[in-house]
């Protein structure tokens, strides 16, 4: 079903046109003034991306110097599945439970008081 754009000189309107089919034949008009005289458009197209992929892409979490790169959840919860893989141990289930919530948008409980928090302050 793909959807073909076009614009309208006279207006200057980008117009939409759904079909149920790749059609032999169109017969575009613009959705603002209804002209005829239109010239069909490359559309754009969504690419979704694996969590691998978003992984991959952002870097090791060593590689962010900004102190803000850890303000998201998902990050957090990367840096802690890299350091149960480096020693070798298992993340347990509630811990990926959390993670998975924060991947979701979720800040975990306990990390609601620190999202305020620098990074770099010190805890006596």
């Not at 070798?88 to 990390?111: H, N, V, W």
Request: a negative charge; one cysteine or more.
């Amino acid at each position: 079903m793909p959807i073909y754009e076009f614009y309208c000189p006279s207006c200057r309107k980008k117009s939409s046109l759904f079909t149920r089919s790749v059609p032999s034949s169109l017969d575009p008009r613009c959705t603002t003034c209804g002209g005829s005289d239109v010239v069909r458009l490359v559309s754009s197209f969504a690419y979704h991306k694996s969590m691998q992929t978003i992984h991959e892409e952002s870097g090791e979490p060593t590689l962010h110097p900004n102190p803000d790169y850890y303000k998201d959840p998902r990050n957090i919860g990367r840096w802690a599945e890299k350091r149960f893989q480096d020693m070798g141990m298992e993340l347990p289930s509630e811990i990926q439970q959390k993670i998975q919530a924060a991947r979701d948008g979720e800040l975990p409980e306990p990390l609601k008081d620190l999202q305020s928090a620098s990074p770099d302050a010190s805890y006596h």
